[in-house]
């Protein structure tokens, strides 16, 4: 196989992800910008074209295109709104203005996106056509794969899979709704549930400590992660019973706990999920870790040009 190369561009909230990645997969360089003293959109564009020239300077051969996964809405390579932590990005032609400064040509997408392409292409669903990916964290994101390619409804305005409603007049949720699957499964969600058990705020407290005080068998520690099993299951249900997918992967930090967590969330949502449209579901947890963004931007370029 002859090799190329793409640049992968992650916009996280705290830093970019940038990375040289040729066809097969392989990481040849990357590093990371943060983020935590920009303060203007400008400012933001000025380190995506640096980090650009950057990996452009170690490439081997011609770069095909760049590739960049950004939180919020976009759409046609225009950032329609960005994450709330970013500055500006309010409909703008993002990838017009990396285009115009790079000379390179450009593919952008919502992040989560970006990563479940990722574990499409080089990851825990190599080789199927129907995937919903879900990234749990802070909150809950996710991308969904139809018969091969990306589906984020009508002006990829859509597949928000943190906010599927799992209980009527539920816990307020961070996108004005109420009863969202991410207000209880988030690993935010899973923290506070924790906190109340104890009796206090949830300041210090993190999903790694809960789980190795599960692990050691601690009571309120088991109590939350119950919880926690039951209403990811809940959410995860709907899912399959709504698009029958060949494989759930489940990404974020704590999907890589051990096997126990996979193996706690499949059977409570093969007791939830009508039997025909599980049949043929595997739920497994994400391979490329906080590479799958990265990669998934790569992926994408070496897909559409």
Same mark, same amino acid.
């Given at each position: 196989? !002859?090799?190329?190369?793409?640049?992968?561009?992650?916009?996280? +909230?705290?830093?970019?992800?940038?990375?040289?990645?040729?066809?097969?997969?392989?990481?040849?360089?990357?590093?990371?910008?943060?983020?935590?003293?920009? /303060?203007?959109?400008?400012?933001?564009?000025? /380190?995506?074209?640096?980090?650009?020239?950057?990996?452009?300077?170690?490439?081997?051969?011609?770069? #095909?295109?760049?590739? #960049?996964?950004?939180?919020?809405?976009?759409?046609?390579?225009?950032?329609?709104?960005?994450?709330?932590?970013?500055?500006?990005?309010?409909?703008?032609?993002?990838?017009?203005? #990396?285009?115009?400064? !790079?000379?390179?040509?450009?593919?952008?997408?919502?992040?989560?996106?970006?990563?479940?392409? *990722?574990?499409?292409?080089?990851?825990?669903?190599?080789?199927?056509?129907?995937?919903?990916?879900? !990234?749990?964290? !802070?909150?809950?994101? *996710?991308?969904?794969?139809?018969?091969?390619?990306?589906?984020?409804?009508?002006?990829?305005?859509?597949?928000? /899979?943190?906010?599927?409603?799992?209980?009527?007049?539920?816990?307020?949720?961070?996108? &004005?709704?109420?009863?969202?699957?991410?207000?209880?499964?988030?690993?935010?969600?899973?923290?506070?549930?924790?906190?109340?058990?104890? &009796?206090?705020?949830?300041?210090?407290?993190? +999903?790694?400590?809960?789980?190795?005080?599960?692990?050691?068998?601690?009571?309120?520690?088991?109590?939350?992660?119950?919880?926690?099993?039951?209403?990811?299951?809940?959410?995860?249900?709907?899912?399959?019973?709504?698009?029958?997918?060949?494989?759930?992967?489940?990404?974020?930090?704590?999907?890589?706990?051990?096997?126990?967590?996979?193996?706690?969330?499949?059977?409570?949502?093969?007791?939830?999920?009508?039997?025909?449209?599980?049949?043929?579901?595997?739920?497994?947890?994400?391979? /490329?870790?906080?590479?799958? +963004?990265?990669?998934?931007?790569?992926?994408?370029?070496?897909?559409?040009?």
């Amino acid at each position: 196989m !002859t090799q190329s190369y793409a640049i992968g561009i992650d916009v996280g +909230g705290s830093s970019l992800k940038c990375g040289l990645v040729s066809n097969t997969g392989e990481v040849i360089y990357s590093f990371l910008f943060p983020l935590n003293n920009i /303060l203007t959109e400008g400012e933001v564009i000025a /380190l995506i074209n640096a980090a650009i020239r950057k990996c452009v300077e170690h490439a081997p051969e011609k770069v #095909i295109g760049v590739g #960049i996964g950004f939180p919020g809405i976009v759409d046609q390579n225009v950032v329609i709104g960005g994450a709330d932590n970013l500055p500006g990005f309010e409909n703008l032609d993002l990838g017009k203005i #990396i285009e115009t400064s !790079t000379s390179l040509k450009v593919v952008i997408d919502n992040d989560a996106n970006m990563m479940g392409w *990722g574990e499409l292409i080089y990851g825990a669903a190599a080789d199927c056509t129907d995937v919903v990916f879900i !990234t749990v964290g !802070t909150g809950i994101g *996710g991308g969904l794969i139809i018969d091969g390619k990306l589906y984020g409804g009508y002006k990829n305005r859509g597949t928000e /899979l943190g906010h599927i409603t799992i209980l009527h007049g539920g816990i307020k949720c961070s996108c &004005g709704s109420s009863g969202c699957f991410e207000a209880y499964a988030s690993v935010t969600a899973l923290i506070n549930d924790y906190a109340l058990l104890h &009796g206090t705020g949830p300041e210090g407290i993190t +999903g790694k400590m809960i789980v190795e005080n599960y692990l050691a068998k601690e009571q309120k520690a088991i109590s939350a992660m119950e919880n926690h099993f039951d209403y990811m299951a809940t959410g995860i249900a709907s899912y399959v019973n709504v698009f029958s997918p060949q494989k759930i992967v489940l990404g974020g930090g704590i999907s890589e706990s051990g096997k126990f967590y996979i193996e706690e969330i499949r059977s409570r949502v093969m007791e939830r999920a009508m039997p025909g449209t599980a049949q043929y579901t595997h739920i497994v947890a994400a391979k /490329l870790g906080n590479q799958a +963004g990265l990669l998934g931007c790569a992926a994408r370029v070496f897909s559409k040009f």
